[in-house]
């Protein structure tokens, strides 16, 4: 049972990298609207989507998040 546990650990390491990676890669960063597209005002709005969509063990709040941002006019 300790021989397949630790086999199992690495790749669940791996998959989380991975995932997390390509979460980060598809997070909007610029704004269409050049008013906006600011370091303040991206950190402020991101602020904002993390409120409305707090963490869940499952992960769903990064696609929340990120559709949030896009209706924010974040590309």
């Known amino acids: 049972m300790r021989f ?3 086999i199992c650990k690495p790749i669940h390491v791996l998959m989380f990298g991975g995932i997390a ?9 610029t704004n269409s609207d050049l ?8 950190k402020i709005e991101m602020r904002e989507c993390a ?3 707090p963490e ?5 709040y990064l696609r929340q998040r990120i559709a949030c941002m896009k ?3 974040w590309k």
Request: charged content about 15%; glycine content about 6%.
């Open 51 to 53: 409120q409305d969509y």
């Open 4 to 6: 397949l546990f630790s």
């Open 71 to 73: 209706l924010k006019g």
């Open 56 to 60: 869940t063990p499952d992960g769903v």
């Open 35 to 42: 008013a906006k597209n600011n370091p303040t005002t991206y």
């Open 21 to 29: 990676l390509v979460a980060c890669a598809s997070f909007p960063t």
